[in-house]
């Protein structure tokens, strides 16, 4: 295997991280429907599952259960911060060599929620 064919192999993998993170990225801090839960309202239904407990059916308290443990991960995802400016900076420097190379189309970025600002400042355009 040439060297050059090494660094493409590299510069590709590089691109495919940076383009996943800022995917993921968009994907976690994707506005969920509905009311938004707050980590006062996770802890106050967590305090009220326990109450269930005492009084619940097997199937109930296995239910309970699995509700106490989802609250829980979504509480410590709801600290975890995501810094979407430094994601997307890093999307921008590769997005376009990467379309390029994958044959990607801009519709295809808009379908995954890559906002049409973010895809013009990568150089990628609806002619493309």
């Given at each position: 295997?040439?060297?050059?064919?090494?660094?493409?192999?590299?510069?590709?993998?590089?691109?495919?991280?940076?383009?996943?993170?800022?995917?993921?990225?968009l994907r976690?801090?994707?506005?969920?429907?509905?009311?938004?839960?707050?980590?006062?309202?996770?802890?106050?239904?967590?305090?009220?599952?326990?109450?269930?407990?005492?009084?619940?059916?097997?199937?109930?308290?296995?239910?309970l259960v699995?509700?106490?443990?989802?609250?829980?991960?979504?509480?410590?995802?709801?600290?975890?911060?995501?810094?979407?400016?430094?994601?997307?900076?890093?999307?921008?420097?590769?997005?376009?060599?990467?379309?390029?190379?994958?044959?990607?189309?801009?519709?295809?970025?808009?379908?995954?929620?890559?906002?049409?600002?973010?895809?013009?400042?990568?150089?990628?355009?609806r002619s493309?």
């Open positions: 295997m040439s060297d050059s064919h090494k660094a493409a192999l590299a510069k590709g993998r590089a691109e495919g991280r940076v383009v996943r993170d800022y995917l993921e990225g976690a801090t994707k506005p969920k429907r509905g009311r938004k839960r707050t980590p006062e309202t996770i802890e106050k239904r967590l305090a009220k599952i326990d109450d269930e407990m005492t009084d619940a059916s097997p199937i109930e308290e296995l239910a699995q509700e106490r443990r989802d609250l829980q991960d979504e509480l410590a995802a709801m600290s975890e911060t995501i810094d979407m400016t430094e994601l997307e900076a890093a999307f921008v420097e590769v997005a376009k060599s990467y379309s390029d190379s994958k044959k990607i189309a801009y519709a295809s970025w808009r379908d995954v929620g890559v906002e049409a600002n973010v895809l013009k400042r990568a150089g990628i355009s493309a």
